[in-house]
């Protein structure tokens, strides 16, 4: 072929620009470079990141089984498989709704509409920016969004003779939504934080201070008609001041009033219980306004508390102070997190799998050797988290073999759980926690060596095998050899009642720091 119809080929059909490199792949890259005169921990052994990757994505340490087939693998690609298999497996929707119910809803109570809800939204993957459009919405009249009111309706209970708490909500959604605690802002500029204006806490409360619950039973939510804009002034300077709904450092919206008998375009049937549809709905616009590629604030909040559940530290933290005073981490990291998930269709699943794929996320815990300290916001090192409330109950099930019913998990929640209104992004270990380990019939009961149960099975292994199977069992890896030679001795002595033995030992495991973290 000429060489000129060979360069007017070119020209005409450019080739495809080189693939741009994983997300995964840019997240080791911007941590290496922030840590450039750092030592970085060794990537973790199969064992320490297959229990990890368990309880992140399954909410569960590996059953035995599971452990055993894994670290047997020989296979190069086993971990992206099995991080590809746990996104796409049973428990990963359970997981996500469960630890998305405490984040947002705090342990402030339950509902079996909006447990529902969360957990068909990540079954069917739903973009998260839809999510908080149906949260924020909160129309709980509508039958394919059943449940997700909850968010808001719990939030507008009241107790007593106690008004609702309207401007508990508005910090609510500030700091979950959108990464701001703007609570110090209620009644004057923030004193300590620049940016937090009295004008974003007023804004904010503007879309949600004509909500009220109008059927608690059922979660629905109705809104009265706004009859102008919110009406504040200073503690410190009392100067009459006034805004529309508008989010922090946004636009302010326009009030639309309506003349008595027309606000709505749908009229409340109190028989139906329908709060009815305003023609103005400062709650839509709240739900139009927050998840909108427009709100910056939006992406980096969620992403960031994304972050922190899979590396055990925000990027961002505290996680709801978002401001130029306590700067990220790594801002250039943030940001590209932020960019890539929205590009992305704000799809949870896809950024998951983006940070478990990494360096970053699969390194060990153990310390590299001569580093006393590694500094926690340089993500050298795997950081230890402690399990929640959830994550023991499913462990306890899958590493003794039962199930636990509601009462059970009832009993474990108030010896693990935090206490209402505690955000869990530190879980602090609690006396009530090991008391209950250490005397509740229930745990007790689950490890009385009976016919067919695991103490049983273990007891019946041979010396050889015995310390192997608890280990793979309980902490989901082979024991050292000095484990084993303790093991072993521990039993031979107790021979004459090895069952009880074993039920003992598999007690001490359970009990055990290891078995309470991620590690």
Not at 245 to 265: D, I, M, R, S
Not at 488 to 502: F, P
Request: contains cysteine; neutral net charge.
């Amino acid at each position: 072929m000429p060489r000129h119809l060979v360069l007017t080929l070119l020209l005409a059909f450019p080739a495809a620009p080189f693939a741009a490199e994983p997300l995964s792949a840019r997240i080791d890259q911007l941590i290496s470079a922030k840590a450039s005169n750092a030592k970085f921990s060794n990537l973790s052994d199969n064992a320490e990141f297959l229990r990890r990757i368990y309880l992140d994505l399954a909410g569960r340490i590996p059953a035995r089984d599971e452990t055993a087939r894994f670290l047997a693998d020989a296979s190069p690609t086993k971990r992206s498989k099995l991080i590809d298999d746990l996104l796409n497996g049973p428990d990963f929707p359970t997981r996500m709704s469960e630890q998305f119910h405490v984040m947002f809803m705090e342990r402030l109570g339950d509902h079996a509409d909006w447990s529902a809800y969360l957990l068909e939204s990540f079954k069917k993957n739903k973009p998260w920016n839809q999510i908080a459009k149906e949260i924020l919405r909160a129309d709980g009249s509508n039958p394919e969004t059943k449940g997700s009111s909850f968010f808001m309706s719990k939030r507008l209970e009241h107790y007593g003779q106690q008004t609702v708490d309207y401007s508990a909500l508005t910090r609510d959604i500030g700091r979950l939504f959108l990464g701001k605690d703007l609570r110090c802002a209620e009644c004057h500029d923030h004193l300590f934080i620049e940016e937090y204006k009295q004008k974003d806490f007023k804004g904010l409360f503007a879309f949600v201070q004509n909500a009220f619950l109008n059927d608690e039973k059922t979660a629905v939510v109705g809104e009265k008609p706004m009859p102008g804009k919110v009406p504040f002034m200073s503690v410190f300077k009392k100067i009459p001041k006034e805004t529309g709904p508008g989010l922090p450092g946004g636009k302010e919206l326009e009030v639309v009033v309506f003349k008595k008998g027309e606000e709505y375009a749908k009229a409340p049937d109190p028989k139906a219980k329908s709060p009815g549809q305003l023609k103005f709905s400062p709650l839509t616009l709240l739900s139009e306004q927050v998840p909108s590629k427009e709100s910056p604030d939006f992406a980096r909040n969620i992403t960031n508390r994304i972050w922190f559940l899979l590396l055990g530290r925000g990027i961002v933290h505290p996680l709801d102070l978002h401001h130029a005073g306590n700067p990220p981490s790594h801002p250039e990291l943030l940001a590209l997190l932020a960019d890539e998930f929205v590009a992305h269709g704000y799809d949870i699943k896809w950024l998951i799998t983006e940070i478990t794929r990494s360096q970053t996320y699969q390194r060990s815990g153990k310390l590299p050797e001569g580093v006393a300290k590694a500094e926690p916001q340089l993500f050298v090192t795997s950081l230890e988290k402690r399990l929640s409330a959830e994550q023991l109950i499913a462990s306890f099930q899958t590493a003794l073999n039962v199930k636990a019913d509601p009462a059970a998990k009832t009993k474990i929640m108030k010896a693990y759980a935090n206490a209402p209104r505690e955000p869990e992004d530190e879980i602090s270990p609690m006396l009530k926690g090991a008391l209950f380990l250490l005397n509740d019939p229930l745990v007790l009961g689950w490890l009385a060596p009976q016919p067919g149960n695991v103490v049983d099975q273990l007891s019946k292994k041979p010396e050889g095998e015995l310390a192997d199977e608890v280990y793979l069992t309980v902490l989901s890896r082979k024991p050292t050899d000095a484990e084993r030679q303790t093991v072993n001795a521990y039993v031979k002595k107790h021979e004459a009642k090895k069952a009880e033995a074993v039920s003992r030992l598999v007690w001490a495991l359970l009990a055990s720091t290891e078995f309470g973290i991620n590690h």
